[in-house]
């Protein structure tokens, strides 16, 4: 057997050639080691179970967690339309360089893209969105599940965990809010207050803040009425947040200010960002709060279009005097009066004005136009049911003789029966839904809309 000498002990072949494989496998094992040491760190994207006013905007935030190495991402989630309404979906601090598009359009469903050059770092609020209660006045104790439906880091290159979210409205406690609405134009700096309703015996307060530092920056943060016994401590170094801790010996009353902060405004005119409140403690806790949010609009004081609104008005289209607040809502494809919502127009009222008269062998109908109303269905049926069933209207309706129409004249070949009568009515329709097929006149017995509808003839 070949062997190699080494000093005084032989070191056979086969013994050398052992040694080497495992100094390969070691080798080998080591490169698998750091390999999996840098592998790409799974994520978790989620919302929280947040508790919000029953009659004020919700801003809920989507969480990524860790946001290491992430430049684009995409999601999409449910939440109950019969609750809430989603309107925005603004960046936060982490993602204020970030590119965004989103569609809010059906309700119940959120989609979001987010894509940006550099890469996050940290964790934390990657966007806001803006949902409104469905019922401002009576949505006290309704809640809403927000479920993802789907997730996506870096086009799915980062593995990704889902965590769903809900948000309840509630009749609050003691609310530590700011303006609902707040506005300043481009340089300028602004005051915005951060008020407490009634509490009784606070001497420690601990509020956190968040927004798009790319819209408004944070400078300087003074005790307000209410905390003028206490000592103020605040930190505004770290771009869109803001950190403020009060306390003292002596304990303060609400309601009223707590503190003043002044934002410098630096977005581009028509930017907008929410001004999170992520942490309002009283007493450490001990004094139960809730939150309250608002939203701050990059706007103008001057009025561009002429319709008595500027932007800082709240008109949400200065080079259209057609679009303002208070404007009538048409069905366009524009926000007309500035309530946030595209072509939300009230359903058109009433058709008066309807004639029949003889054409031929046929009937021709003509009707007043519905200020509002793009199309109109007409319905008619038979007279003499209609007398049979004391008016009963689902028993006497016996065809939809032209649904969406948008004429205002009608030719129908229908003819009457020996010795009966037809009867018609029209109703108008546009993006708000269906008219009615009701008179208005108190006499009226009844509703003819639910009737017709009930009828094997209704409109579709």
Known sequence: ?????????????????TTAAR?????????????????????????????CRYWAPVYMPIIVSPGTGVTSMDFTFTYDSAVL?????YRTPLTTAYSLSYNVSTPGVVTVHLAGAAALSG?????WVKFDPVDPVGGSGTSSAVTWVSSSLNGGAIPSSMVNGSISLITPGTVISVPDSMQGTPGSNVIVVVSATAFTGGDSFDIDLEFDPGVVTATLVEKGAVTQPLTLAYNVSTPGIVRIALFGTQSVNGPGDLVKITFHVQGALGSQTPIDITRANINEGAIPTTLGPGLFTVCTGADGDGDSYSACAGDCNDANPNVHPGAAELCNGIDDNCDGTTDNAPAPLATHGLTVAPQGASWRLTWSALA????????RGSLGLLATSHGNFTSATQACTANNLAATTLLDATAAPTGGGIWYLVRGSNCGGAGTYDSGALSQSGSRDAEIQASAGACP
């Open 1 to 17: 057997m070949n062997e190699f000498r080494h000093g005084r002990n032989p070191i056979r072949a086969s013994s050398y050639r």
């Open 23 to 51: 100094a390969l496998l070691l080798l080998a094992l080591c490169v698998t080691a750091l390999l999996a040491s840098s592998a790409v760190q799974a994520a978790t994207v989620r919302f929280p179970a947040k508790t």
């Open 85 to 89: 309404t989603a309107r925005a979906v």
């Open 123 to 127: 964790s934390g609020d990657v966007a």
């Open 372 to 379: 509002g109303a793009t199309s109109y269905d007409v319905v």
